[in-house]
């Protein structure tokens, strides 16, 4: 690799911006693409690049290889729960940056989190704003509290994290998507949420959940568009 090329995307990674590096398999040319910016170029390629950027894999296309680095993966969780200890541990062995959110400080301890997990003890409107939430983001919530969840399923509707799910059975999720309704929200847009959370394994202790819910998240950043 350039000297150039390195400090580029050396330059990218601290921004925590979506790039690929490009090289040319016969000519040994090479060259930055990012992910942010794939309109102009050659459809080929735009659609090598967010492919290779999707999956976290390289691959070659035609005379071309593709070498992906994407910024890291993030979970946003809402709510400082049993739930929450379990996937929290999950999460981050899977390679994501882990944020705990929940207002109430005594949920929101290291005691309960162990040393290294990011928290804040703010409102999660608030904390998902600043976090800014983008297509490597996962955002869950847990607290089964309205007036802790429902703040943060507004603000990851109005984000382009590339997962949302809530806890809670058919009938709650009901009375949520209803009360999101009146925020505004269509049927488009709260049929972006995973509620109830997880895949459908059966799971009823907090760990079970949690490895339904870390499954969910998996498949829809991982299975090709359009298989679920």
Not at 52 to 76: M, S, W
Not at 126 to 146: F, G, N, Q
Not at 149 to 168: E, I, K
């Amino acid at each position: 690799m350039k000297r150039a090329t390195l400090q580029a995307l050396q330059a990218a990674r601290r921004a925590k911006r979506p790039v690929a590096l490009v090289a040319d398999l016969g000519g040994g040319r090479e060259q930055l693409v990012y992910g942010d910016a794939l309109d102009g170029l050659a459809p080929e390629l735009a659609e090598a690049v967010a492919e290779a950027l999707r999956t976290d894999r390289a691959r070659r296309d035609g005379d071309r290889f593709v070498q992906p680095y994407p910024p890291p993966l993030r979970l946003l969780v809402v709510g400082a729960v049993h739930v929450a200890q379990k996937l929290v541990p999950m999460a981050r062995a899977a390679d994501y940056d882990v944020t705990v959110i929940d207002p109430r400080p005594a949920f929101a301890s290291a005691a309960r989190f162990g040393e290294g997990v990011t928290l804040e003890a703010e409102w999660p409107d608030e904390v998902i704003e600043r976090l800014a939430p983008d297509a490597r983001t996962a955002i869950v919530t847990l607290t089964h509290d309205p007036k802790i969840d429902d703040p943060g399923l507004v603000a990851a509707l109005r984000s382009g994290a590339f997962y949302v799910g809530a806890l809670g059975s058919r009938k709650t999720h009901g009375k949520r998507c209803a009360r999101l309704r009146d925020e505004g929200f269509d049927d488009a847009a709260i049929a972006r949420i995973h509620g109830p959370v997880g895949l459908p394994l059966g799971g009823r202790s907090p760990a079970e959940i949690a490895i339904s819910v870390m499954a969910q998240i998996t498949q829809v950043l991982r299975a090709p568009r359009g298989d679920g």
